[in-house]
């Protein structure tokens, strides 16, 4: 097995944990960026297919992330402009960037079927499986 394809498989059981774990992490997934092309990339994730597996640098809370360095928390998707809707039963996100040796190189994005449900509990929580993921790639 090849060193990238063992990643993405522990990747995959981060989503997989994180999915079946918590109720209302509906769909779990990881974008990575491609700084020479200013665009995210989909990896490995659970939950329903989208259609979103390149996201511009800017666009959607994926792409605002992916420039801010910084976590992204939408209670209501409704309530959100420059929002990628996904699904319509999707009802809020929330955005964790990873860093690597302090480089932004991708994010976890997790999609609720609930509103309001992300608490600064999420936030430490998945900034702390990011710090375990980045383990992977140092
Ligand atoms: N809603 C995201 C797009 C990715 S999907 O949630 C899987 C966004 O606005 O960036």
Redesign the pocket.
């Known amino acids: 097995i090849t060193e990238e394809g063992n990643k993405d498989k522990k990747l995959l059981k981060i989503c997989q944990y994180l999915h079946d774990t918590i109720p209302y992490y509906n ?1 779990v ?1 990881f ?1 990575f960026a491609q700084q020479e092309t200013k665009t995210l990339h ?1 990896g490995p ?1 659970v ?1 329903a297919p ?1 259609d ?1 597996t390149v ?1 511009p640098f800017g ?7 992916a420039e801010s360095n910084r976590n992204f928390v ?1 209670p209501d ?1 409704k309530a ?1 402009d ?6 319509l039963t ?1 009802k809020s ?1 929330i ?1 964790v960037p990873l860093f690597v040796n302090g480089v932004n190189i991708g994010q976890i ?1 997790i ?1 609720s079927h609930v509103i309001d449900p992300f608490t600064d509990q999420d936030e430490r929580f998945l900034e702390f499986v990011n710090e375990q993921v980045a383990q992977l790639f140092e």
Do not use: M
């Not at 959607?60 to 992330?65: F, N, P, Y």
């Not at 420059?82 to 699904?87: E, G, L, T, V």
């Open positions: 769909w997934g974008y989909l994730y939950g989208t979103h996201i666009k959607g809370i994926c792409g605002q992330v939408v998707v959100q420059n929002y990628i809707a996904c699904s999707v996100e955005v994005d999609d």
